[in-house]
């Protein structure tokens, strides 16, 4: 019997990868070592122990960590239990939920400037560079961007569409994205080298698992590359209690979110980044066109390379010249109507010419 068959149920790769961690915690809680999950799932329940202190000092040993780390550990490890027929009574969980300090991430995040993105994103390789524009600027999970296809992205329009399979997504539900221009730009220089690099890698005998995507790297490769950045960049300031990076991807959706949201209103930024609580409702209120004109709103709140202040001139150079090009048009029309107006006059007096000369022509003969 399979003990960890359940895993394969779940189509996020964040799930999985969350239980398999805790998974893998609980089992060195307990042997010391988790090299063989299955292996060690069936030593488990062939032992006869005693799961309420095997749980117990498991969250001993959890002392420290981030209150939604512990939580989310345990509820792996319960659910663990369950698939296994082994239900421990509510009051047990309820009981040690409770002895869990505070509900607050323990690393204080900091939120980075356009200045500090652009001098990270200059340290990024070409396709690291696309990646996390891409995030920055559509709100994204880092794990629905990794599922992405080519095909799930239109460039071809203004603003570009990422649409995200519900496949991908931590609820389940499909939903759109876009991207700014910036990153519409990156990810269109990306994938002028994208094959070539898939076509070097198989040659060297690593052939990416996944190539069809649009992004075929490991996250841990990407990681990786956002993490030498920030160091190459001096951005790599950690927080001194839990010693985790403050500028660590995650905070690109921070970003999207606080940028975003002084421009448009907070409950469109809230559903383009994915929160349940707002999909349904938006998708009720507006079409997909009416949301591609929100994002263009805001776009230029989410533009790294170019300064915020120079595209708002920008737009009011613009919007002047709409104004003086409008005033044109105006007058043109105007005048127009009065040519038409003189023109009509004149063909009507004409034609009253015509008819007097035909009727004196008349009296004559």
Request: with cysteine.
């Amino acid at each position: 019997m399979a003990r960890l068959s359940y895993l394969e149920q779940y189509q996020s790769h964040s799930t999985r990868k969350n239980s398999t961690s805790s998974l893998r915690e609980f089992f060195k809680s307990i042997y010391g070592e988790a090299s063989d999950l299955e292996g060690l799932a069936q030593r488990y329940f062939s032992e006869g122990r005693d799961y309420k202190k095997d749980v117990e000092d498991f969250f001993i040993s959890l002392n420290g960590r981030p209150p939604k780390t512990i939580k989310l550990r345990l509820t792996c490890i319960r659910t663990f239990l369950s698939e296994n027929n082994v239900e421990l009574e509510a009051k047990f969980w309820r009981r040690l939920m409770g002895r869990i300090k505070g509900n607050r991430a323990l690393t204080l995040d900091r939120i980075p400037t356009p200045q500090q993105l652009k001098e990270i994103m200059h340290h990024l390789p070409v396709q690291g560079k696309a990646l996390f524009l891409v995030l920055a600027s559509s709100g994204m999970r880092i794990g629905e961007a990794l599922q992405l296809t080519v095909n799930d992205v239109e460039l071809d329009k203004d603003p570009a569409v990422v649409r995200i399979r519900g496949d991908y997504t931590k609820s389940g539900n499909s939903r759109i994205a876009f991207i700014s221009k910036e990153a519409k730009e990156s990810l269109q220089e990306y994938l002028k080298i994208r094959d070539k690099a898939i076509e070097a890698s198989a040659k060297r005998g690593r052939k990416p698992k996944e190539a069809t995507r649009l992004f075929p790297q490991t996250e841990s490769n990407y990681r990786f590359m956002w993490n030498l950045a920030l160091r190459k960049s001096n951005n790599g300031s950690r927080d001194p209690k839990t010693k985790i990076r403050e500028h660590h991807v995650h905070v690109l959706r921070k970003w999207f979110k606080t940028r975003l949201a002084v421009a448009i209103p907070v409950d469109i930024v809230e559903s383009l980044m994915g929160h349940e609580g707002y999909l349904t409702e938006v998708y009720r209120r507006y079409s997909e066109e009416d949301l591609a004109k929100f994002y263009k709103q805001g776009e230029h709140q989410l533009l790294i390379f170019t300064e915020a202040g120079e595209v708002s001139k920008l737009k009011e150079e613009v919007e002047e010249k709409n104004r003086q090009l409008q005033q044109i048009i105006n007058g043109l029309v105007s005048e127009n109507l009065e040519l038409k107006q003189r023109i009509k006059t004149v063909e009507e007096k004409i034609e009253e010419f015509i008819k007097f000369l035909s009727e004196a022509w008349s009296q004559r003969g």
